[in-house]
T-cell receptor, first 118, second 116 residues
């Protein structure tokens, strides 16, 4: 069955530290997408990245980087030189669009609450 | 471009009542999905509407229903409210329907429903 696990419930770091948020997924589909969303205290989910199952290239966007490894079913997210504004809950999500009735809806992990202290 | 809007932002209802939540997607987006977020269960998919048709449904009781209008705006209805329905209800829009897989979902700020 499809599942997303974010083992880290809460992480606290001091500003300028690097931090990695872990995400492990389970799926039987060969075609799927992985996402990261940020949820600040205001509640709105902010889209950060989408990666499809056929593209294992790592991606960097400013201070953010993502490491996708199909061999370990992981899609980890690293924030370099963290800032107070990075404090939020981060969700990893899976969307299956392969065979077997997959419908593409997002399956979320439980989220990791990141607190960045000045 | 305006983002996804949801109304109302906050709502307090009593058990047994019904409630209707509204979502206006990003202009040009034809798919609207609804998610429920609670501390215990996290974020769970409710249903998706595309071109006024329900395309996909999560594992929720029939008390939860929705519809989509020709302008892509969507409403979600919960009848016979229970205490456990207290949650943040998030709406997301995307260009195409989710099973295509090629579209990001953009979320609204949510409606915080409290059932007393």
């Amino acid at each position: 069955a499809q599942k997303v696990t974010q083992a880290q419930t809460e992480i606290s770091v001091v500003e300028k530290e690097d931090v990695t948020l872990d995400c492990v997924y389970e799926t039987r589909d060969t075609t799927y997408y992985l996402f990261w969303y940020k949820q600040p205290p205001s509640g709105e989910l902010v889209f950060l990245i989408r990666r499809n199952s056929f593209d294992e290239q790592n991606e960097i966007s400013g201070r953010y980087s993502w490491n996708f490894q199909k061999s370990t079913s992981s899609f980890n997210f690293t924030i370099t030189a963290s800032q107070v504004v990075d404090s939020a809950v981060y969700f990893c999500a899976l969307s299956e669009v392969g065979y077997g009735g997959s419908q593409g809806n997002l399956i979320f992990g439980k989220g990791t609450k990141l607190s960045v202290k000045p | 471009k305006a983002g996804v809007t949801q109304t109302p932002r906050y709502l307090i209802k009593t058990r047994g009542q019904q409630v209707t939540l509204s979502c206006s997607p990003i202009s040009g987006h034809r798919s609207v999905s609804w998610y429920q977020q609670t501390p215990g269960q996290g974020l769970q998919f409710l249903f998706e509407y595309f071109s006024e048709t329900q395309r996909n449904k999560g594992n929720f009781p029939g008390r939860f229903s929705g519809r989509q209008f020709s302008n892509s705006r969507s409403e979600m209805n919960v009848s016979t409210l229970e205490l456990g329905d207290s949650a943040l209800y998030l709406c997301a829009s995307s260009l195409g329907y989710l099973a295509e897989g090629a579209h990001e979902q953009y979320f609204g700020p949510g409606t915080r429903l409290t059932v007393t």
